[in-house]
């Protein structure tokens, strides 16, 4: 897989239900970045996660990271209609440019 | 809450013709970055900038590609002679310094190249 690879590719669930995607990266990282995209708008910044951290918490949103396996997810509680969008993981090598996966489309039902 | 702005949010142009693509990053930042999604594929890198220069670029920022800070607010990207494939979303992004730093997007411009 390539850096910044995200699975499943996409996800539909009932509203009020929890959505968990991953993410696999290759090389080492700085930080990882989640961000989401409503259809054809902007990136929006969720989460930052650093290489030193193992979980963080935003609100409904839970983040996990395991450099030995160089991974992440991404667990939204109690989803929402409105958490519909595409979702993307973002790693920050040393370099500081953000590699980006192709994303998760999440479809929540009412 | 400071955010990045971009204009046009949407910019139709003929196959040859030149386009400038406007950032205004957030005030504080220092690094400023252009990425674009081409429709359905993953947000690509071309661009980062630091200092008034270039400080990496990928191999799609080619010499049609250009960046420029004119003054101490705006960040603009350049593209010479527009090509059909540069159709795409073109996203602007700044962060304040240092590599641990959150990015924060813009919200794009469309380009459409007729």
């Known amino acids: 897989s390539q850096q910044g690879e995200e699975d499943p590719q996409a996800l539909s669930i009932q509203e009020g239900e929890n959505a968990t995607m991953n993410c696999s990266y290759k090389t080492s990282i700085n930080n990882l970045q989640w961000y989401r995209q409503n259809s054809g708008r902007g990136l929006v910044h969720l989460i930052l996660?650093?290489?030193?951290?193992r979980e963080k918490h935003s609100g409904r949103l839970r983040v996990t990271l395991d450099t030995s396996k160089k991974s992440s997810s991404l667990l939204i509680t109690a989803s929402r209609a409105a958490d519909t969008a595409s979702y993307f993981c973002a790693t920050d090598p040393l370099d500081s440019k953000l590699t980006f996966g192709k994303g998760i489309t999440l479809s929540v039902r009412p | 809450e400071p955010e990045v702005t971009q204009t046009p949010s949407h910019q139709v142009t003929q196959m040859g013709q030149e386009v400038i693509l406007r950032c205004v990053p957030i005030?504080?930042?220092?690094?400023f970055y252009w990425y674009r999604q081409i429709l359905g594929q993953k947000v690509e890198f071309l661009v980062s900038f630091y200092n008034n220069e270039i400080s990496e670029k990928s191999e799609i920022f080619d010499d049609q590609f250009s960046v420029e800070r004119p003054d101490g607010s705006n960040f603009t990207l350049k593209i010479r002679s527009t090509k059909l494939e540069d159709s795409a979303m073109y996203f602007c992004?700044?962060?304040?310094?240092?590599?641990?730093?959150?990015?924060?997007f813009g919200p794009g411009t469309r380009l459409t190249v007729l």
């Open positions: 992004a700044s962060r304040v310094a240092g590599s641990t730093d959150t990015q924060y």
């Open positions: 996660i650093r290489s030193n951290e």
């Open positions: 005030s504080n930042h220092l690094y």
